[in-house]
């Protein structure tokens, strides 16, 4: 049989007499969010593509919060979103970027100074527009001039090749920004950090929280914070990879390519070396450096503020980015030992009970079953050993099986859902600034468990989109908000029920990840990526050998062509392809029962020809890491 080309397309054969509601509400979901952003630039945006803001910035802190706003647009035009959207992305970022040039908080378009896990955020928007459309010189050339800001022998600074050290927990165009916040030369003491606790546990006569009430205390924390968490390196710095792997997947430079290895090999190192994924080291390249000694205690590290939430987010960032950038899956293990660590220190109990640092996020995601009894994990580690305990990082778990494919990574989610004390198939209705936390209905779903879940996820998914469109009606318009989540919080594009759906691929990694996803779409007709119109896709099965996927066309009237292809960079192969029967489908006449098989085949996407009204259900067996990842590679199937 002819292996499956351009030019021998497969074609749907079975004809669908009664739309799949899934399908609708998919294509509903599309129409929704684009109507509703198409409002939200109108009342809160300029002509040039700012948004309505009038104040001043005083602290080192706001860029990631502007450009968050936008962050995932480019991401629904990658889905299928309409023709104008990546237009209108661009002008955003170019007219965010101006707006906070002219505040002071940027160096030639790019962060002035500031954490790598608040960078990480706000670069996502970047990121998606590099992806969408690797053939803008313009933004290609950005993003080399970016990424060089970290390579040794750049002006800036940032990098030490001789030590592997990023030399600050602020880095950017202007270089190593020491310190911290100018604002936190006295730490405050008031009740929105609390639950955070102290920065430092090793001064004297600061023991606990309430010591804080004592401004000389006050003083001395903040004057060691800006000491201590204001020089060296942080593990949240493994964000920088997807900065410069970025470029590498645009470029091909390969001296971009080697300090992505370079550096992430660098904390595998100190990692084996500890038995734990260090948070901190200091200037002359030594753990523990400004810490007595200790792995812990670093900026964004496993005591303070977040723990396991950012290190376990930076070392899967900074694995993924180094499987990309040389395919050897043994990269992961970056990545493994945070999870592992923390769940060989895992209890049972109540989630309620637990003084979680983290609660607000539980309380949308697990609504009522906060009170049950579950497995839980540390978050963090002090002096005093492993506190903090709260339900595991599911986002984490799922994106390390998602890109490795590996079995054990794969029992790890298996053995998490055994020690689990509520039911993974409920899909709560909530979409929090990550726009995750709907892994375990996800999951259940692969795993033939939970089948309402693609219609369930898709009602809250329209649900939330109709939310945001009322509430931007009740605030009315235009505004000048002085609260710099204002934007965020109605932002109407939600991408987490279509990455999930139409990819078979989690949420991206909010804190710097790239979307590595398992499938991409193309239309040829109107030669861009993306789901053509009318057309619907739902990923029935994704594991190690490859992805199930079905796809609709809605359309009374006109036929769709659609390009299915391996690996969001062009990274996966396909191998082989079988046409199923679709038995749950009401169809007329029935569908083939003829399995097709393309053996011994071995290419980067497949074309599909959906005449109206028909559907198709494919088996791709898929050879993960099977070509050099690259934005080009990913474009030349379209």
Same mark, same amino acid.
Request: glycine share 10%.
């Given at each position: ?240 990879? !997807? %900065? ?7 470029? #091909? *430079? &390969?001296?971009?390519?080697?300090? =992505? @290895? ?94 979680? !640092? %983290? ?7 697990? #609504? *009522? &079953?906060?009170?049950?009894?579950? =497995? @839980? ?104 908000? #002085? ?156």
């Amino acid at each position: 049989m002819t292996p499956p080309s351009f030019e021998s397309p497969l074609v749907a054969t079975a004809i669908t007499t009664e739309p799949p509601r899934w399908a609708v509400l998919q294509r509903q979901l599309f129409d929704g969010m684009d109507e509703a952003r198409r409002e939200f630039t109108a009342r809160y945006t300029t002509g040039d593509g700012r948004l309505k803001f009038s104040y001043g910035l005083n602290s080192r802190d706001g860029v990631d919060d502007f450009y968050e706003s936008f962050f995932n647009w480019p991401t629904l035009y990658l889905l299928g979103g309409a023709d104008d959207l990546l237009d209108s992305a661009k002008q955003h970022w170019r007219g965010v970027t101006a707006q906070l040039t002219e505040l002071g908080m940027l160096v030639e378009e790019f962060e002035r100074g500031y954490d790598w896990f608040h960078q990480g955020e706000s670069l996502l928007l970047f990121f998606g527009l590099c992806a969408a459309d690797p053939d803008d010189q313009e933004f290609a050339d950005r993003a080399d001039r970016f990424a060089r800001l970290y390579l040794p022998g750049s002006p800036s600074g940032n990098y030490n090749p001789g030590r592997r050290i990023i030399r600050a927990p602020h880095t950017g165009a202007g270089g190593p920004r020491w310190g911290l916040d100018e604002g936190w030369t006295t730490y405050r003491h008031d009740s929105s950090m609390r639950h955070w606790g102290l920065p430092l546990h090793d001064l004297p006569g600061i023991a606990s929280w309430d010591d804080l009430a004592d401004p000389a205390n006050a003083r001395r924390m903040g004057a060691a914070m800006q000491d201590r968490l204001g020089r060296g390196d942080t593990v949240v710095n493994l964000a920088a990879t !997807s %900065l410069v792997t970025n470029a590498w997947l645009l470029t #091909g *430079a &390969d001296d971009l390519r080697r300090w =992505v @290895l370079d550096y992430t090999d660098a904390w595998r190192e100190r990692m084996s070396a500890a038995g734990v994924l260090p948070d901190n080291v200091g200037p002359s390249g030594a753990v523990g450096e400004l810490h007595g000694g200790a792995w812990y205690g670093g900026n964004y590290g496993w005591t303070w503020p977040h723990g396991l939430h950012s290190v376990g987010a930076a070392a899967l960032v900074g694995a993924m980015n180094a499987v990309l950038a040389d395919g050897d899956p043994g990269r992961f293990d970056l990545a493994r030992n945070p999870l592992d660590v923390t769940w060989a220190q895992a209890k049972r109990g109540v989630i309620a009970d637990e003084p979680m !640092s %983290l609660r607000g996020i539980w309380e949308s995601h697990l #609504g *009522a &079953d906060l009170a049950a009894e579950s =497995v @839980l994990v540390p978050n963090r580690y002090g002096p005093n050993g492993w506190f903090d305990y709260q339900p595991p990082p599911m986002p984490f778990a799922t994106w390390l099986w998602h890109a490795s494919g590996e079995r054990q990574d794969a029992q790890r989610i298996a053995d998490i859902h055994a020690a689990s004390g509520y039911d993974w198939r409920t899909v709560r209705p909530f979409r929090d600034k990550m726009e995750s936390g709907h892994e375990e209905p996800w999951l259940e779903y692969l795993a033939g468990r939970n089948p309402a879940f693609p219609e369930r996820m898709l009602e809250v998914a329209i649900a939330e989109v109709e939310r945001r469109a009322q509430l931007m009606d009740t605030l009315g318009g235009p505004s000048d908000p #002085g609260e710099l989540h204002f934007w965020q919080q109605l932002n109407p594009v939600l991408t987490e029920a279509l990455l999930q759906l139409t990819t078979g691929t989690p949420q991206v990694l909010y804190n710097g990840g790239l979307l590595a996803g398992r499938l991409r779409y193309y239309d040829p007709d109107r030669t861009r990526p993306g789901l053509p119109p009318d057309v619907a896709a739902l990923v029935t099965r994704v594991d190690g050998d490859g992805v199930g996927v079905r796809l609709v066309n809605l359309s009374a009237g006109r036929a769709r062509r659609v390009v299915v292809a391996a690996g969001a960079f062009g990274e996966h192969r396909i191998t082989a392809v079988g046409i199923e029967p679709d038995p749950g489908a009401a169809t007329a006449p029935e569908p083939s029962r003829t399995r097709q098989d393309y053996s011994g085949t071995d290419v980067p996407a497949i074309e599909v020809v959906l005449p109206p009204r028909h559907h198709i259900l494919l088996d791709l067996t898929v050879r993960l890491r099977a070509a050099r990842a690259s934005h080009q590679s990913a474009r030349t199937v379209c």
